[in-house]
């Protein structure tokens, strides 16, 4: 699974994961969007 960070013009934190694992890079850019407390399962 290949995936790359990246920042988008406002700088807020966005995520591109390779072929077959889109989803996960979905859920990170639409639910998550940076709140670590969320990735943590304090959220």
Not at 18 to 34: P, Q, R, T, Y
């Amino acid at each position: 699974m290949d995936y790359e960070f990246l920042r988008d013009a406002t700088g807020q934190v966005l995520v591109k994961f390779s072929m077959g694992h889109e989803a996960i890079g979905h859920w990170l850019n639409d639910e998550v969007k940076g709140d670590l407390a969320r990735v943590a399962g304090r959220g």
